[in-house]
């Protein structure tokens, strides 16, 4: 009874979580990248699935801040279970877009233009202030958490109840079997009591 109640618990939660997942899915497909940031970042929290991480710096990426963007793609990457070596070139694609649009907002700013990593000289930002496109469309840009396999029903006889109702009806038989007297030891009528008989 306790793992039924577990189990309908689970069902609500997962199923709050889905309608939370789809509302956050919705916002994004419409640009509504604060309202679908909000909703990822609770469901992350809720439930700690790498796969928030990336939607959230998906989030972030459409809403020009690009340190939030980087800092939870590389959480993303650090957290995601085996990703795909496409899964990783694209997080990958979305950092430097990212590291791009900042080396962009601090040339506009009039600070100094950031060095190439390897000290060599200064990199060129690009002349256009505007984030840049990202590689996708926005609306299949966000990704839906697995949900866990559905368990598994034990065999019939591997449940508690199986066997209750076995036992059950074994006592219900024993008892049947006492009370027609299947167990008592009966004499012999013809036999008089004072006398030994044979055959």
Not at 133 to 156: I, K
Not at 169 to 195: H, I, Q, Y
Request: aromatic fraction near 8%; include cysteine; proline fraction near 10%.
């Amino acid at each position: 009874m306790l793992a039924g109640v577990l189990a309908m618990l689970a069902t609500r939660t997962a199923m709050a979580a889905d309608q939370r997942e789809l509302k956050a899915r919705e916002a994004f497909a419409a640009q509504r990248y604060q309202d679908a940031l909000d909703l990822f970042a609770k469901l992350y929290a809720e439930t700690l699935h790498p796969i928030y991480l990336r939607n959230i710096g998906r989030c972030y990426q459409n809403l020009g801040q690009p340190d939030q963007a980087i800092s939870s793609f590389r959480d993303y990457l650090r957290k995601a279970k085996n990703p795909t070596a496409d899964e990783t070139n694209e997080i990958e694609g979305y950092i430097k877009e990212m590291e791009e649009l900042k080396r962009q907002k601090a040339s506009a700013s009039g600070s100094t233009p950031p060095t190439d990593p390897s000290g060599s000289a200064p990199v060129t930002p690009l002349p256009s202030a505007s984030p840049p496109p990202s590689s996708g469309t926005t609306a299949s840009a966000v990704l839906t958490a697995p949900q866990p396999p559905p368990e598994e029903t034990p065999p019939l006889y591997a449940r508690w109840w199986f066997w209750a109702i076995v036992g059950g009806v074994v006592l219900a038989g024993v008892g049947v079997a006492f009370a027609t007297g299947v167990f008592t030891k009966t004499e012999d009528a013809s036999c008089p009591m004072d006398r030994t008989c044979g055959p």
